[in-house]
């Protein structure tokens, strides 16, 4: 560390507003002008995340609009290891009006010594993590608030090096995000095909209407039909359910007391909690792993790579596709592929049929959809060489989609790796240049 550096706090720089206690009868899921932002829209190790957006119909008070490029701060959090708790993000460039809610705090600059911009990683680092953690009040629900955050003291660089420590670690950032942006145009595009396929069958409406189908040369227009039989569906269709199309099983956890089972395990054993941050449609690893032994008392087994991964409770409707062999809790439904659904078939069905699940649920405590009552679901089955088609062209689309989510993975490993040593000065910002130049 450079004898420029000087100890302070973030107290000495910086004040925390609250946000506006904005009325619960005025906020709903149904899109507005006004997003709502929440503790779900930072992700676990800070910044931004687009999803669980909430809005806002009632009247707003202007001095809770945030601006972009404000620097935001989850000040609660429900999960049970406080995932967000303390944690930054800068507000994006959007659409929207994004409101303050009373949940989030807004730095306020007070000081011209430190950049926003690098304040927002000081609040991501591991030691600034552990501070918060460790002072945080409640149980079910974690609290934090301003007066714990300005306590956290640090190293402070000049702010020529602030700028360079934060524009390193940006460009990591920013290739992340072009890098989802990427993968969700490409599932964008798989999802329209879908639909436009199998759900609304434009192909055939087309040829029965002796139109040409859109976007399709005429070798794949040849393989739909011209008109649809009296059960509605194309003709070549078959109605059938999703057990009869997939192999559906469920999982179990193998007794948590029983250290043979969990100690050094090297299989891959997923619970709801791994698909909650997610984010794309992959599942590459999993918090925890099981032992052979524990392995054998899970009666499914492993399922294979390419099987699809249904939360069935709490929530009902997280979903990714398994990158590798992986065992299951009870808290999902698996749905292996056959020769008559692939991964990707069954990962939009499941998209596209989510109210029908949702309404063959049950439960007093929680919802869940249970395999009994899964399995006759209605599956329209098309025929294999319209199947073929999708899948060879989705397929191509999926596995660039992997190969982005991969990459984002060796990226955030890097970032995290940095983080720390830059922000104590263990490492010289030009050597960690290198190493990102390397990547982005």
Not at 40 to 64: E, L, T, V
Not at 193 to 204: G, I
Not at 259 to 279: I, M, Q
């Amino acid at each position: 560390m450079s004898a420029e550096w000087s100890s302070t706090s973030l107290g000495a720089l910086i004040d925390i507003k609250h946000g506006f206690a904005f009325k619960g009868e005025h906020i709903t899921d149904q899109e507005t002008q006004n997003l709502l932002l929440t503790p779900g829209n930072f992700a676990i190790g800070g910044g931004f995340q687009p999803r669980k957006q909430k809005f806002y119909s009632g009247k707003i008070p202007d001095d809770y609009i945030l601006a972009v490029g404000d620097l935001i701060v989850t000040m609660t959090d429900l999960s049970k290891e406080a995932d967000t708790l303390g944690y930054s993000a800068l507000v994006p460039k959007s659409s929207f009006l994004m409101l303050h809610n009373q949940r989030i705090g807004k730095v306020v600059p007070k000081s011209e010594d430190a950049l926003l911009g690098f304040l927002h990683w000081v609040m991501r680092t591991p030691d600034y993590r552990n501070e918060i953690l460790a002072n945080y009040s409640g149980s079910t629900v974690k609290h934090t608030s301003p007066t714990k955050i300005l306590a956290y003291k640090f190293n402070l660089p000049p702010l020529a090096e602030q700028s360079e420590i934060a524009a390193t670690l940006d460009a990591l950032e920013d290739k992340i995000k072009l890098n989802r942006k990427t993968a969700a145009t490409l599932e964008g595009m798989a999802r329209a095909l879908y639909r436009s396929w199998f759900v609304d069958f434009d192909p055939v409406r087309a040829r029965a209407e002796g139109r040409t189908p859109a976007h399709m040369d005429p070798a794949t227009a040849a393989l739909f039909p011209d008109s649809f039989g009296e059960d509605g569906l194309p003709v070549g269709w078959t109605l059938s359910s999703i057990g009869e199309v997939a192999e559906i099983v469920g999982g179990s956890t193998p007794s948590t007391k029983e250290d043979r089972f969990w100690v050094g395990g090297e299989h891959a054993w997923a619970t709801p909690k791994d698909l909650s941050n997610l984010g794309q449609a992959f599942l590459f690893d999993t918090e925890r792993k099981v032992t052979s032994a524990g392995l054998a008392k899970i009666t499914s087994g492993r399922s294979p790579a390419g099987t699809l991964l249904l939360s069935s409770r709490a929530p009902i409707g997280y979903l990714a596709l398994a990158t590798m062999p992986v065992a299951i809790n009870q808290g999902f439904i698996a749905i292996r592929e056959t020769e008559a659904i692939s991964g990707i078939e069954a990962y939009f069905w499941c998209g596209e049929s989510m109210d029908l699940i949702h309404a063959n649920a049950n439960g007093s405590t929680f919802q869940e959809i249970s395999k009994k009552n899964f399995r006759p679901l209605t599956y329209a089955l098309a025929p294999a060489a319209i199947r073929t088609a999708y899948n060879e062209q989705a397929g191509l689309w999926f596995a660039r989609m992997k190969e982005l989510m991969d990459e984002n993975r060796t990226l955030a490993t890097l970032r995290d790796t940095l983080l720390p040593r830059l922000m104590s000065g263990a490492l010289r910002v030009g050597a960690a240049r290198a190493l990102v130049e390397e990547v982005v």
